[in-house]
């Protein structure tokens, strides 16, 4: 039985973000001209910071969810969980997260916290409920499925600027709106990764679909983003994910109930001895 | 079938918790909360190939049981306070002892910003070792449920928790002492000799009504877990005397008074966990020491698959002489696997072998965990050993291996 991570994949880094906020200004400021003048490598860095400083400052958040897996037969199973996200105001690392299932039934109960390093391996501790106990747990296994799904970990922690170096590739309509199309690739270690193309939209920097890379550089899984809802006039949420092994055949689906944002959550809330009285 | 004894400490207990609920804060009105029911309902088979080692002991290759434990929990003021009772009961059809009820959980909760308040029966771990669990002690041990040492017994207690930026501190009065449970005599995996449990006696003058008290101060710096602990009471495990009963040699438990200070540390780095648990105790005549201590290393996703592996291996060391309760493992090796599919449905395979450095006996165990449906689990659980001395407590198990299958219902 193992559990997940952050379950948001919005960005947030505040000194790289405001470095970004004032980049933009002056990008802005000068005009296109000075726009085009920037690398692909410079282009995709700035898109990346400017999804970063669009998530700054929603300080917590809380949402229930409904993850459903399909194998290539059409069979399918469920597993329904509560998840709480920390913002964390020190920028060296990345924030903080606490994910309760409720169903199946077996594993009801079990808890599991995350710290989001940005190079670093996170920290990671499980809740056994049945016999009250908590584990740290290693968390090298960046690419490892979370509770059978077709998610890796390393694509449920919170996104942070400093994890990828990035390529802008060119623009391109999505649907109906216009997205940049970025490449990035990890740079912490152990991902099953060798690159990840992300269509981001222009109006308001969401990731729409991301093509993910194994490490023989064959494409992977698709995951695709959609029914984005705004909280606070200001912070985008995907109350769908769904995610596709294009090799398997297998699904996963990630269903959210409402977001709720600024509940007052404190970093006393996230700690490991706080796990034993979690339900 | 055997009830679970409990002592007016533990019904005081309930009682003062209940009062309090009653006198609890009025903006946290007990009327606007949510229940919610859970559970299992298990059955049980356990095939034990070997022949019986006792007259008297039954014969059957076979042996069935069916269990249950509903879990009621009552939540209210936001989750900041809660009413959990779970019972649980047994009904084996070959064990007398085995066929038994207990108060798992009983107890109100009242979680605050900094600090957590439990009154009531409870269960409390702590450890990290996966061999051994030598630092636990708060609860004690439901025997007839497994012999792993698993499975628990409610114990009543006052526990408080104190959180901070410096770790956590947990202070616990257990007023109520809960006797180890034992097979019958006529069942399998008994002692050596017949065990009256009824008939067990106490250091202290107080018997079983002794207030025992703990505490335990857990912290993480940086990649280092770990916690302090103290234990000041009854022992959980028993010695056993030998005595006379109509006529038969049997086994009397005894259960010293103790103090216990543990230390349990944990090095998380990549894929390697090292771990630790020691403790020093006092009580059983001479103090003495023990540890258990080693390291689980994962090979993730292997041979190209979902898969992990893990290996274990710890060495376990134990320094009680002949006047302390027995111990199987006081100069062992354990080593390991753990499989880990991360399949849809969880299955997990741990099989791991404690083998005695001088007298060479091994001990086998394979547990195995299968997700059957979003409602049905499937277990398995192999014990087998060989080279048990012929001596002392355990040899009375030493025909018992056994296979065990599960099947569990949750809802």
């Given amino acids: 039985m193992i559990p997940t991570q952050n379950l948001n994949l919005l960005p947030r880094n505040k000194r790289l973000a405001q470095a970004a906020a004032l980049g933009l200004v002056l990008a802005l400021g000068v005009g296109l001209s000075a726009a085009q003048a920037e690398t692909p490598a410079e282009k995709g860095l700035a898109i990346a910071k400017e999804m970063d400083r669009r998530d700054l400052g929603f300080q917590d958040s809380r949402t229930t969810l409904t993850m459903t897996l399909t194998n290539r037969h059409g069979e399918s199973s469920t597993r329904k969980l509560r998840t709480t996200t920390l913002e964390v105001s020190d920028t060296s690392v990345g924030d903080k997260s606490l994910t309760v299932f409720n169903h199946p039934r077996d594993i009801k109960g079990t808890a599991f916290l995350s710290f989001t390093k940005i190079l670093d391996p996170d920290d990671q501790w499980l809740y056994l409920p049945a016999i009250k106990r908590v584990k740290r747990i290693s968390s090298a296994n960046k690419s490892g499925p979370f509770v059978g799904s077709e998610f890796a970990y390393e694509d449920l922690v919170s996104f942070e600027v400093g994890k990828y170096t990035y390529k802008w590739l060119k623009n391109e309509a999505c649907g109906d709106l216009k997205c940049f199309v970025v490449e990035r690739t990890p740079k912490y270690e152990n991902s099953g990764y060798t690159k990840q193309i992300v269509w981001v939209d222009q109006a308001e920097y969401r990731v729409q679909k991301v093509d993910f890379y194994d490490r023989k550089e064959s494409l992977l899984k698709t995951l695709v983003q959609s029914k984005y809802k705004q909280y606070l006039g200001k912070y985008w949420r995907p109350l769908l994910m769904k995610i596709e092994n294009l090799q398997t055949g297998k699904a996963t689906t990630l269903q959210f109930s409402e977001f709720e944002f600024r509940i007052g959550l404190k970093e006393g809330d996230f700690t490991s001895s706080k796990l034993k009285r979690i339900r | ?411």
């Fill in chain 2, 1 to 411: 079938m055997n009830s679970a004894r409990f002592h007016k400490p533990a019904l005081c207990l309930a009682l003062v918790a209940a009062l309090t609920l009653a006198a609890g804060p009025a903006d946290a009105d007990i009327s606007k909360g949510t229940f919610d029911f859970a559970g299992s309902v298990a059955t049980e088979l356990r095939i034990f190939p070997g022949e019986r080692s006792y007259e008297g002991q039954d014969r059957s290759t076979l042996s069935p049981s069916i269990a249950a434990t509903p879990e009621f929990v009552y939540e209210w003021d936001g989750g900041s306070n809660r009413l959990t009772f779970i019972p649980f009961a047994r009904i084996d059809v070959h064990d007398e002892n085995r066929s038994h009820w207990d108060i798992r959980e009983a107890h109100w909760l009242h979680a605050a910003d900094n600090w957590d308040l439990t009154a009531g029966l409870g269960k409390v771990f702590w450890g990290v070792t996966e061999s051994r669990h030598l630092v636990d002690i708060i609860n004690q041990t439901d025997a007839v449920e497994n012999i792993d040492g698993e499975d628990k017994l409610g114990q009543p207690m006052v526990q408080f928790n104190w959180h901070t930026d410096n770790g956590s501190l947990g202070l616990f009065v257990l007023p109520g002492f809960r006797e180890r449970t034992f097979a019958d005599d006529e069942a399998r995996l008994r002692g050596s000799k017949p065990v009256r449990g009824a008939d067990a006696t106490y250091d202290s003058s107080a018997d079983a009504k002794h207030i025992d008290l703990a505490a335990r101060w857990s912290h993480t710096i940086d990649n280092l877990d770990f916690a302090i602990s103290h234990f000041h009471g009854t022992s959980r495990e028993p010695t056993v005397v030998e005595a006379v009963r109509d006529g038969k040699d049997v086994f009397i438990p005894h259960y010293d008074q103790i103090d216990q200070t543990g230390l349990e540390l944990q090095l998380t780095t990549g894929a390697w966990l090292w771990k630790m648990e020691a403790m020093t105790r006092s009580g059983h005549g001479n103090r003495f020491a023990a540890t258990a201590a080693g390291l689980e290393y994962t090979l993730y996703q292997i041979a190209d698959s979902a898969a992990d592996l893990g290996l274990l291996a710890e060495y376990l060391y134990d320094g009680r002489g002949a006047s302390a309760p027995a111990v199987a493992s006081n100069n062992d090796v354990f080593v390991g696997a753990r499989l880990v599919l991360n399949d849809t449905a969880d299955t997990e395979i741990l099989a791991g072998a404690i083998i005695d450095r001088l007298a060479q006996e091994i001990v086998i165990s394979i547990e195995a965990a299968h997700r059957l449906s979003d409602h049905w689990k499937a277990e398995v659980e192999v014990r087998w050993s060989a080279n048990v001395p012929d001596s002392g407590f355990f040899a009375g198990a030493k025909n018992d291996d056994f296979v065990l299958l599960r099947a569990e219902r949750f809802f």
